[in-house]
């Protein structure tokens, strides 16, 4: 029984179908135990978007634009939970497939008061999967902020989630995905949330244009107190984040979290040190930055790997990530407003692949993925996820935002750009001073 409970993470649920029907009836039973974490898990994860994120953004661009940022956040937030429940939730973990969920629990059909997802309520698991779902289309408004209209923003999201996320969700964590039948190891979401973001904030950057003004003009953070106080929240709901993802108050949740502060504690620290050697002064920002680095890279390999792995993927996200932005996106000439690329992106991409490395039994890991026997196969399999997210997100969300752009135009105009979001969109002020 406890070997059957210990099997918690999503992916184990496509393995459950499996199972022989004993073992089955012995899993699907309500813990209570599992069902309070899961509870509070589902809430951390939530609070990551708003406040943590909204505040995370909003400090990081011009008072002109602050209240416009967490106004995308919010409204993000409901609209993806309403998708969600229409047919995101269906398509992402409705029924068997290779590469979706199918349409078969649309509303959440089927879905009632006694319904068990392993050993916590479906209802639970589902609006677990929810924040998760939420999270990762806000992500994308780092890369474009301060330039895009609403309207198109909310279009562009509501797609974004149905022929993007969704599939992908299905791909990795559903009942059949093909990504997870290659064995693939993303624990919380690094191919699934960061990655996915990273590179679809990447397209809609490039597609949308640069900032009125870019790089010559400076556009510095109007309140880095917003930010450093976002940067605190998105850390503490992080533990929601990656140790509710074995879905279970477990051993595996523990070691989640203990791994997850120590990479989040190691990439901030890799991050300010690289700046002062390189700068001279270590930074408020590097410092926040760093740690969102950190969080980010942890999440794929959280429920894989040991302190020690966690410590150095918490060095190579912070270093890597803090010379992707401050050496090589400028030299690209890319205007990644808020760095969702270049910390979601780059750190989701290192998180992933180092997960191949550092599951080693040898290396202090929990194994390697079904039908894989060592480190060059994990590896193999890991590029390929990555790949195949980087592919598949890119193209379609190119396509989402062209087509977008002749339905309602995607970027504001120089007037209203000049004048700032919050007063040009929502014919509101940040600061009334």
């Known amino acids: 029984m406890k070997n059957i409970k210990a ?21 699907d039973k309500l813990d209570s135990g599992d069902t309070a974490w899961m509870l509070t898990a589902t809430a951390l994860v939530l609070f990551m978007t708003i406040p943590g994120l909204s505040l995370f953004y909003a400090g990081m661009v011009r008072a002109k634009n602050g209240l416009s940022v967490m ?211 270590p930074s408020v920002l590097g410092i926040a930055s760093g740690a969102v680095a950190g969080l980010v890279a942890i999440t794929p390999a959280s429920g894989f790997v040991g302190p020690t792995g966690a410590l150095i993927i918490g060095l190579s996200a912070g270093v890597g990530c803090f010379l992707f932005v401050v050496k090589i996106k400028p030299a690209l000439g890319i205007d990644d407003s808020l760095d969702a690329f270049g910390v979601h992106g780059i750190g989701g991409i290192i998180g992933a692949l180092l997960t191949g490395v550092f599951c080693a039994p040898s290396l202090g890991g929990t194994g390697f993925g079904d039908g894989i026997e060592s480190i060059g196969q994990q590896l193999g399999v890991q590029f390929y996820g990555v790949a195949a997210t980087l592919i598949y997100t890119a193209v379609v969300t190119f396509v989402i935002l062209k087509i977008i752009d002749v339905i309602v135009g995607l970027r504001v105009s120089e007037e209203a750009e000049t004048e700032g979001l919050d007063l040009s969109q929502h014919d509101e002020r940040a600061y009334n001073l």
């Open 7 to 27: 099997i918690g993470t999503r992916a184990s649920l496509a393995v459950s179908v499996m199972l022989m029907p004993l073992l089955a009836h012995a899993e």
């Open 71 to 281: 106004m995308q956040c919010f409204s993000i937030t409901a609209l993806m939970t309403v998708l969600w429940m229409i047919a995101g939730y269906s398509i992402a973990f409705g029924g068997e497939g290779a590469y979706w969920g199918g349409l078969g629990q649309m509303f959440l059909k089927g879905i009632g008061v006694d319904t068990l997802s392993g050993t916590i309520p479906t209802t639970v698991f589902m609006t677990f999967q929810m924040t998760f779902a939420i999270i990762t289309p806000a992500l994308i408004v780092g890369a474009f902020a301060e330039r895009m209209r609403f309207s198109a923003l909310l279009l562009f999201m509501a797609v974004w989630l149905l022929v993007v996320y969704a599939p992908i969700a299905h791909w990795v964590w559903g009942s059949g995905g093909w990504l997870g039948g290659k064995g693939i190891l993303d624990f919380a979401g690094g191919t699934v949330v960061h990655i996915n973001a990273g590179i679809a904030g990447l397209v809609a950057a490039l597609v949308i244009g640069k900032r009125k003004g870019f790089p010559t003009t400076a556009m510095p953070p109007h309140s880095l107190m917003f930010t450093v106080v976002g940067a605190g929240m998105l850390w503490v709901g992080w533990f929601g984040f990656n140790a509710g993802s074995e879905l279970a108050a477990d051993g595996t949740a523990g070691m989640a979290m203990a791994v997850t502060q120590i990479a989040t504690a190691m990439a901030a620290l890799a991050w300010m040190f690289s700046e002062w050697i390189t700068h001279g002064k």
